[in-house]
């Protein structure tokens, strides 16, 4: 079973568009990462939160973890076509080894 | 920054035979890596976690005589597909991460493309 849930699964929105990809769970998480991937490529690391109710803008997305620890938001403002790809949130548990547990994932096409 | 490297990128191979990926630690020292699985437009799911000079660590699910990972090095661990079927074929995709406990950082090979014919 999925320790951590996102929604939604698919999403094909218009070059301009603003959209929110949400990872949720009801486990609480010591981090939290967010993660984009391209087909036949590893994924690559957006951002890592550690601390409840923080945000963390990276250009144009804006990162939140939520205030107990269990959920996190992505949000694209002014998606362009280069945005399109694989987007996945991963967790460690708190207190376990260092492994980290997937969502389910988004798959995000950005149309021009 | 930390990269590690993953070979081959693609593979073929019949029915029957095994075959090896590695996966490299190229500017730092890991004693901990992890691979995972992944079928098309669906996530990661964690294979096992490779501790270097003792046994892997298998998740539920995962048959270890089927996926022999051995990590001999700080550098190096290898995953190796015994008896590949068909259904073996997927990404297959090793990580690292070159900090401590408190270090949150994990970086990924570029995959592995595994056909079995």
């Known amino acids: 079973t999925q320790l951590l849930e996102q929604s939604p699964q698919f999403l094909s929105i218009q070059e301009g568009e603003n959209l929110t990809v949400y990872c949720n769970s009801s486990?609480?998480?010591?981090?939290l990462q967010w993660y984009r991937q391209e087909p036949g490529e590893g994924p690559v690391l957006l951002v890592t939160?550690?601390?409840?109710?923080e945000v963390k803008k990276l250009k144009r997305l804006t990162f939140q973890f939520g205030d107990a620890r269990k959920d996190s938001s992505l949000h694209i403002t002014a998606a362009q076509t280069g945005d399109t790809g694989l987007y996945l949130c991963?967790?460690?548990?708190?207190?376990?080894?260092?492994?980290?547990?997937f969502g389910s994932g988004t798959q995000l096409t950005v149309l021009p | 920054g930390a990269v590690v490297s993953q070979h081959p990128s693609r593979v073929i191979c019949k029915s029957g035979t095994s075959v090896k990926i590695e996966c490299r630690s190229l500017?730092?020292?890991?004693?901990?890596m992890f691979w995972y699985r992944q079928f098309p437009k669906k996530s990661l799911m964690l294979m096992a976690t490779?501790?270097?000079?003792?046994?892997?660590?298998?998740e539920q699910g995962v048959e270890k005589d089927k996926f022999l990972i051995n990590h001999a090095s700080l550098t190096l661990s290898t995953l190796t597909v015994t008896s590949a079927h068909p259904e073996d074929s997927s990404f297959y995709i090793c990580?690292?991460?070159?900090?401590?406990?408190?270090?949150?950082?994990?970086?990924f090979g570029s995959g592995t493309r595994l056909t079995v014919v």
């Open positions: 990580s690292a991460s070159p900090g401590g406990i408190g270090d949150y950082g994990y970086t």
């Open positions: 486990s609480v998480f010591s981090s």
């Open positions: 939160v550690v601390t409840g109710g």
């Open positions: 991963a967790a460690r548990h708190s207190g376990s080894a260092r492994q980290l547990t």
């Open positions: 500017d730092f020292q890991a004693t901990t």
């Open positions: 490779s501790n270097e000079g003792s046994k892997a660590t298998y």
